[in-house]
């Protein structure tokens, strides 16, 4: 499994109405917790889409697990947690779990597991609608967890969630990579870097940096991932 | 295509219908309601035979028309929520999603025609030349088939009001040209031709085939064939759904 990519991006162009939002993007995601930092609107949930195979591509290719991203045979192996909490409003916790237990052929005792692993055991018997923000998100966690992903596509999976969750979850996050899982998070908050194996640099559809959080702080010759993304930045421009 | 995934779509949309108790009374109840008003504003008509003639296809119609407003706006909430993202990112092929939507409605429409057709002939004294069951069936066809037009139009819209703004342009041309206002054979003969193409015209004919004055009253022969054809453009229709429903989006 050593450098072996999980996923791998090449020559990756994605267009979105007369704007080009990736152009050529080459890239590996392997075992371990990645993190891919960037501001919004700089290509993390369209790089993140094209993995899972829901986005519309214009070149290059993806390849998840030694298939094409999206084809049936990859689909089972993947899990994606979208920003909208992607869950039955309607629903409660547990019908929802039911259903995608059900259709990724997983027995339904998992559901009290990944129920316990987010946190929201007491809500199982509660109508999704009336859930929190953060309690609905984890939901949406839950859902991805269901059958021990290969690949697990986290797109901005802790915001607005409590101090105290957001560990939980990033120490979960690590579980799942120990156990050989390739776990890739986007976020928009700096400060979560440093909880990431490996982080990706992300800026107008371009990867400014990759490297272990340490690697990334020296090369730029600073103590911060935010000072580091902005010293690229400015460099970059100069 | 997997029954288990079509079957879980299936239990799923009928378990949110189960705790919408406002859906749920205009997919059961409204159609009969509209056909009761109907027999009432009809109820001082002195020949008694205005009924008869409507009647039959108001049971072609509402069942129609209920089910593709509610299928319509169903998926497309699946589609703005992000679930239809997720499940495509699954294993879920898009049959089983169109499948498992058309077997929950087939199911909501069994019980919806049963109650229209059992108020129609118990209680407001439509009379059926043919049998009940197979009135039944046309009912039910012809609810599969505006759930199935509701999911293939569902795929045009990216909000709900577009996707209500379907209903004037799909239903109700085929409700102007179906034989309720004027017989088909009586149609200027473009507009026949029209209406030749239209499905609803078609479980109209078959309604009226079934019961005693309605138009086509008396040519039970022709039920089955246009039960056919009925089945037919819902098949098609979800077909197209299936073809439209992208798993890869801009």
Redesign the interface.
């Known amino acids: 499994m050593s450098g072996s990519g999980v996923a791998r991006v090449s020559g990756l162009v994605v267009r979105r109405g007369d704007r080009t939002v990736l152009d050529g993007l080459d890239l590996e995601v392997g075992p371990g917790v990645t993190g891919l930092l960037g501001p919004s609107g700089c290509g993390k949930s369209t790089l993140m889409r094209a993995l899972v195979g829901v986005q519309r591509t214009h070149g290059g290719s993806v390849t998840v697990l030694d298939h094409p991203a999206g084809s049936a045979r990859v689909r089972a192996r993947v899990g994606y947690v979208t920003q909208a909490a992607s869950v039955y409003d309607d629903l409660t916790v547990g019908e929802n779990l039911r259903f995608f237990a059900r259709v990724l052929d997983v027995p339904t005792d998992r559901v009290d597991r990944v129920l316990a692993e987010v946190d929201l055991t007491d809500q199982a018997g509660d109508v999704v609608g009336r859930l929190s923000g953060g309690q609905r998100s984890r939901v949406s966690l839950a859902v991805a967890l269901l059958r021990r992903p290969e690949l697990l596509v986290l797109d901005e999976p802790t915001v607005g969630l409590d101090p105290v969750l957001r560990e939980d979850l990033w120490r979960l996050f690590h579980e799942l990579a120990d156990d050989g899982a390739a776990v890739l998070v986007s976020s928009h908050v700096m400060d979560e870097a440093e909880r990431c194996d490996r982080l990706l640099l992300m800026r107008e559809g371009a990867i400014l940096a990759d490297g272990t959080p340490a690697a990334v702080k020296e090369s730029a010759g600073v103590d911060t991932v935010e000072a580091a993304f902005l010293a690229l930045v400015r460099g970059e421009a100069s | 295509m997997s029954p ?2 079509l ?3 299936t ?2 949309v009928l ?2 219908l189960r ?2 108790h406002r859906t749920l009374a205009m997919l059961l109840v409204l159609p009969t309601a509209l056909i009761a008003l109907l027999w009432w504003v009809f109820s001082g008509d002195a020949t008694g035979s205005a009924f008869d003639r409507v009647g039959p296809a108001l049971l072609a119609i509402f069942p129609f028309t209920v089910m593709f407003l509610v299928t319509s706006v169903t998926t497309l909430r699946e589609r703005s ?3 239809l ?8 092929g898009r049959l089983d999603l169109l499948g498992g939507y058309a077997l929950a409605f087939a199911l909501v429409a069994m019980v919806q025609s049963t109650v229209a057709v059992a108020v129609s002939v118990g209680l407001l004294g439509l009379e059926v030349d043919g049998s009940l069951v197979l009135l039944g069936l046309v009912a039910v066809v012809d609810g599969v088939l505006g759930c199935a037009l509701g999911l293939f139009v569902s795929a045009f819209a990216t909000t709900e009001f577009q996707a209500v703004q379907f209903m004037p342009l799909v239903v109700i041309p085929q409700l102007l040209v179906c034989g309720l206002f004027v017989p088909r054979d009586a149609l200027p003969s473009v507009l026949g031709a029209i209406s030749d193409l239209m499905p609803l015209s078609y479980a109209v004919d078959a309604m009226g085939a079934l019961t005693a004055g309605g138009p086509g009253s008396g040519s039970g022969g022709s039920v089955g064939a246009d039960l056919a054809v009925v089945a037919g453009f819902a098949v098609a229709a979800l077909a197209l759904g299936a073809v439209t429903l ?5």
């Open positions: 288990r995934i079957l879980a779509v239990v799923r378990t949110q705790r919408d929520s992000g679930t993202e997720r499940l495509l990112s699954m294993p879920t992208r798993r890869r989006t801009p």
